[in-house]
């Protein structure tokens, strides 16, 4: 059975950067079948798609976010990650990590982590 | 970007009768290449994640009931939850997938009447 977790910390200070992680187990980023992603909802809001990955590195990212944005992958710990930098007060969420249904991008998502809140507060 | 505008953004309905969300795209999702569309709709029950109902706007993924479908093309798509239950409360949202970045709407809530 496929499990997602997110990992990281649940505040960040204004102007700094939001760090966390996706582990994944039940399978294997390396098996190279599909993308990882992460996607984040403002408490009371919508969904947003920041960026996804595939196993060999290949990114693609929101533009709105683009310029802040950084995803990374590390097969051998099957862990992928997620750097947002310079955050402000409009960038408090729920993160979630999610499973695409396919190698490809854009896509659906089939499976999703349960999330994290992340508060930027000083 | 591609807009996803869902409507009604909240309904009501009693128990055991139907629920209809509607999603339209500010463009066409339908591929004709491959005669799909990039559609996907999501259920969101409080403090879970989303959990993906209906993809290529009309397929069920595993395990879900057969009470929910998806229909339409192009530009306009429908959820339709039959026999509403219980358990079926929750925010809906559709998702396009095809172009990037996926976007979705804003989301449907469903309440029991």
């Known amino acids: 059975q496929l499990q997602l977790q997110e990992s990281g910390p649940g505040l960040v200070k204004p102007s700094e950067t939001l760090s966390l992680t996706c582990t994944v187990s039940g399978d294997s980023i390396s098996s190279g079948t599909y993308y990882w992603g992460w996607i984040r909802q403002p408490p009371g809001k919508g969904l947003e798609w920041i960026g996804s990955i595939y196993y060999g590195g290949t990114t693609s990212y929101n533009p709105s976010l683009k310029s802040r944005v950084t995803i990374s992958v590390d097969t051998s710990e099957d862990h992928f990650s997620l750097k947002l930098s310079s955050v402000t007060a409009a960038d408090t969420a729920v993160y979630y990590c999610a499973r695409h249904g396919e190698a490809a991008t854009p896509y659906y998502f089939d499976y999703w982590g349960q999330g994290t809140l992340v508060t930027v507060s000083s | 970007d591609i807009v996803m505008t869902q409507s009604p953004d909240s309904l009501a309905v009693s128990l055991g009768e139907r629920a209809t969300i509607n999603c339209k795209s500010s463009?066409?999702?339908?591929?004709?290449?491959?005669?799909?569309?990039?559609l996907a709709w999501y259920q969101q029950k409080p403090g879970q994640p989303p959990k993906l109902l209906i993809y290529w706007a009309s397929t069920r993924e595993s395990g879900v009931p057969d009470r929910f479908s998806g229909s339409g093309s192009g530009t306009d798509f429908t959820l339709s939850i039959n026999s509403l239950q219980a358990e079926d409360v929750g925010v809906y949202y559709c998702?396009?997938?095809?172009?990037?970045?996926?976007?979705f709407g804003q989301g449907t809530k469903v309440e029991i009447k």
């Open positions: 998702q396009q997938h095809y172009s990037t970045p996926p976007t």
């Open positions: 463009h066409s999702i339908f591929y004709s290449s491959n005669n799909k569309n990039y």
